[in-house]
């Protein structure tokens, strides 16, 4: 999706940067008619469209970074409260309290009422995508079972997992230049374009009016999607790895 919301992108800006007499001689030489009414309708419904899927999908990824702090950070204060001396149900009823997210508040009305508390913590890493939930549901079984001490189990998972996070970020932060590189170039078409309108030769003109301008557009437009999207799938098959 990305691609293709970066090419919409690379669309609209190439319109926008036109001046406005040039608009108005290439893009509208005319009246327009109620079809062309309703297509203009359309291409801003688009727009639209992609702004709302840009913001969703940014949204999201915030709202999943939450959610592993917090779930770091209740296992963390579980182990707290296990350390304390508080029995272990309490001790997650407690843990899950104190946290701003509630990240696995179902599990908690289910130790609340004594019912199987791994299995309901299985449900929650389901909803929520957070595997350490699954790792913390399985010591609990194991504890449970066995009688093994689960402070000190759940101690080395918060450990674990603030690691792992910290590599992510660590991941995240070297993966930014070549990501930033691949927007630069994916830009450096637009900027010629805009040269190009600036010392007089009409390359925009050129592009949407002779059937050579469109096929190189189109050629243009289709290597931009690929390159943009094998860099996304490079970077983030390397983000995927931890």
């Known amino acids: 999706m990305t691609p293709i919301i970066a090419a919409g992108l690379i669309a609209i800006a190439v319109y926008l940067m036109m001046p406005m007499g040039f608009r108005r001689r290439v893009i509208a030489p005319r009246v327009q008619s109620v079809d062309e009414i309703a297509l203009a309708r359309e291409a801003s ?4 469209k992609l702004q709302r899927t840009v913001e969703h999908r940014w949204r999201r990824k915030r709202r999943q ?4 702090s917090a779930a770091t950070e209740l296992v963390a204060a579980f182990s707290a ?3 304390a001396g508080q029995p272990v149900r309490q001790a997650f009823v407690r843990a899950q309290r104190s946290s701003p997210v509630p990240v696995a508040a179902h599990a908690v009305a289910v130790a609340e009422l004594g019912g199987d508390v791994p299995r309901a913590l299985r449900v929650e890493a389901a909803r ?3 595997p350490i939930l699954n790792s913390l549901a399985a010591l609990w079984r194991v504890a449970e079972g066995s009688g093994a001490g689960l402070a000190q189990a759940a ?9 792992a996070a910290q ?15 691949a927007k630069v170039l994916a830009g450096l078409p637009l900027v010629g374009v805009m040269l190009g309108s600036g010392l007089g030769a009409s390359p925009v ?3 949407l009016g002779s059937v050579w301008g469109v096929m190189v557009l189109t050629v ?8 943009l999207w094998w860099i996304a799938r490079l970077t983030n098959s390397v983000e995927r790895l931890l």
Do not use: K
Not at 45 to 48: L, R
């Open 205 to 207: 003109a050129w592009l």
């Open 45 to 48: 419904t688009i727009v639209a």
């Open 128 to 130: 929520t995508g957070l």
């Open 65 to 68: 970074q939450a959610w592993q």
């Open 220 to 227: 243009g437009l289709g290597l931009e999607v690929l390159g």
């Open 81 to 83: 409260e296990l350390r």
């Open 167 to 181: 590599a992510r970020a660590e991941v995240a932060a070297q993966l930014a230049s070549p990501r930033a590189t």
């Open 155 to 163: 101690d080395r998972l918060a450990i674990a997992e603030s690691a």
